[in-house]
């Protein structure tokens, strides 16, 4: 491929290099920060367990006490209930009976689980064979009072509210949203309950767009779409710039369109034109609009409704959810399944084929989706996945390991 093909590789390090986090805060209630990223470590106010406590229903008693070979006979002294402490020692030759959750009663230091002792009357009989500190939760196991329990940068996930909410935190401080823009191009694109017209098509990037931001917890700002004149596309853009931390465009990009769009951008900011060593994809613009401290980042994205989704997972994913003050950005998940399908490839670009991973056989099988035209978006729906195809692959024949990247987790 020749030179003037950016790798896919160059595109993403100079885009990532260009993001930083949000800098505005929200305090918000635990319950509501699903899916909001941590603006500041979670200091534990309290030892998770904050005592000592039983893990099993069975009997507390002082492992001393514990005849080495034989059977003990201990003397019942009450019961501990979860949430209701016992006051008083288990002494020498004492048993406490206790429930899972229960604090640890003075004295004792090892719980004998019910199933394997025998009552008599007062008295409890333990079996030889039990371990020191058996059945014990220690006081701080999971967490000491003081340290952090989640991080600053961390997208938090329900497992996270659950241990916010474990150490009595009321509320959160998370980063505000990132507002993005959405804007479609092109004189052929209507909207919905436009009068379908000659040669005109129904919209499809800003719904997809405007699907992907949702689930990546971003505030999405319809921009509409402005067609292709000089006057439509430099009004769209300026009512956004500064009012949104990016703006998404489809469309717009290709060569054949590049001149003017160029020109409106060139007078609005700096955008560098790539055309990228991928496909789908291919045409992409990135840049900053608007003066201040940061302006708006703009992302062009080409479009082709598969090359949109492709170019946004790829390219924006990262970014945005670096604005959004994520730390660190992790690789999406993949990995290597068997390919069923054989495919044409051409090394020196990354391509990006729809497929349908199943596991079968005790491994991952992957299938292309039918037709992989950059204007077929039901091959997105028909997928479950994305085969990527490196820079350096060749053609693929069955049988061959291909890497995948499931969309669940994608986004
Ligand atoms: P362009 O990059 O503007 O040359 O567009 C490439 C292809 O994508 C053309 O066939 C367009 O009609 C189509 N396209 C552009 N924008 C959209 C859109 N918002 N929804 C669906 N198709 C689009
Ligand atoms: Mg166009």
């Known amino acids: 491929m020749s030179q003037h093909f950016t790798p896919v590789a160059v595109a993403r390090a100079h885009i990532l290099a260009a993001c930083a986090a949000v800098t505005g805060t929200q305090r918000v209630p635990v319950r509501d920060a699903l899916g909001r990223v941590l603006a500041a470590d979670v200091i534990s106010p309290v030892s998770v367990p904050p005592h000592d406590n039983s893990a099993m229903d069975g009997y507390a008693v002082r492992a001393a006490d514990l005849a080495a070979g034989t059977e003990t006979r201990l003397r019942i002294v009450g019961t501990a209930y979860a949430g209701h402490a016992w006051q008083g020692e288990v002494g020498a030759g004492e048993a406490l009976r206790i429930m899972t959750g229960a604090v640890m009663p003075a004295g004792a230091d090892t719980v004998v689980i019910q199933e394997s002792v025998r009552t008599d009357g007062d008295a409890v009989v333990v079996p030889p064979g039990q371990k020191a500190g058996q059945h014990r939760r220690r006081a ?137 060593a991928m496909k789908p994809g291919r045409p992409m613009a990135f840049g900053r609009l608007g003066r201040g401290e940061r302006g708006t980042l703009l992302f062009g994205l080409p479009g082709n409704p598969v090359a949109t989704m492709v170019t946004f997972y790829f390219f924006a994913r990262e970014a945005l959810l670096t604005l959004m003050g994520v730390a660190p950005v992790a690789a999406p998940i993949h990995f290597s399944a068997v390919s069923d399908t054989a495919m044409k490839k051409q090394p020196g670009r990354t391509e990006y084929q729809r497929g349908v991973l199943e596991l079968r056989d005790g491994g991952w099988h992957v299938a292309v989706t039918g037709a992989q035209g950059s204007g077929i978006l039901r091959s997105m729906c028909d997928a479950n996945c994305i085969i990527v195809l490196g820079d350096d692959c060749g053609n693929v024949a069955i049988g061959d390991a291909v890497t995948v990247i499931p969309f669940e987790g994608l986004i």
């Open 140 to 276: 701080g196991e999971d967490l000491h009072a003081g340290e952090a329990a989640l991080r600053a940068g961390r997208l938090l996930r329900p497992a996270d509210i659950g241990l916010a909410a474990s150490l009595g935190v009321a509320e959160l401080t998370v980063r505000r949203r990132v507002r993005v823009g959405v804007l479609s191009t092109g004189d052929e694109v209507m909207s919905i309950g436009d009068a379908p017209r000659e040669g005109g098509i129904y919209d499809s990037n800003r719904y997809t767009l405007t699907g992907m931001l949702t689930r990546l917890g971003c505030e999405v700002v319809d921009l509409g779409v402005a067609g292709d004149t000089r006057e439509a596309l430099s009004a769209a853009l300026e009512s956004a710039v500064g009012e949104v931390d990016a703006i998404i465009t489809s469309g717009g990009v290709s060569v054949g369109e590049a001149d003017f769009v160029r020109e409106i951008l060139a007078s609005l900011g700096q955008v560098e034109f790539w055309k990228i």
